[in-house]
Nanobody, 122 residues
Framework: VQLQASGGGLVQPGGSLRLSCAAS????????TGWFRQAPGKEREFVAA????????LYADSVKGRFIISRDNTENTAYLQMNSLKPGDTAVYYC????????????????WGQGTLVTVSS
């Protein structure tokens, strides 16, 4: 499975961005897609995840109510709609796919895309 993340950029506080994660290859094997982020000087952290079979979702407490994860099976693409962005959301965002399980832990995901930078600043 190969993953291509896109959609990052510079946005003002309170603004919105939508990230995309396009999967290719053995996409039929994907169980879940997750988004993680890593801010400068900090460890990578879980943001959100979606299970492809039934669209069950998980969110980090810090983004719950502001971010929405979704997926389009026909396009093999997962999305992260980010609303009410805060400076603390500034980070490199990574999408990941799991062919084995669904969860919050990064070790759950066995395929990773390149990061896309999100900067929230006035």
């Amino acid at each position: 499975v190969q993953l291509q993340a896109s959609g990052g950029g510079l946005v003002q506080p309170g603004g919105s961005l939508r990230l995309s994660c396009a999967a290719s290859g053995r996409t039929f094997s994907i169980v879940a897609t997750g988004w993680f982020r890593q801010a400068p000087g900090k460890e990578r952290e879980f943001v959100a995840a979606i299970r492809w079979s039934d669209t069950m979702t998980l969110y980090a407490d810090s983004v719950k109510g502001r971010f929405i994860i979704s997926r389009d099976n026909t396009e093999n693409t997962a999305y992260l709609q980010m609303n009410s962005l805060k400076p603390g959301d500034t980070a490199v965002y990574y999408c990941a796919a799991s062919t084995v399980a669904f969860g919050r832990a990064d070790y759950t995901y066995n395929f990773w895309g390149q990061g896309t930078l999100v900067t929230v600043s006035s």
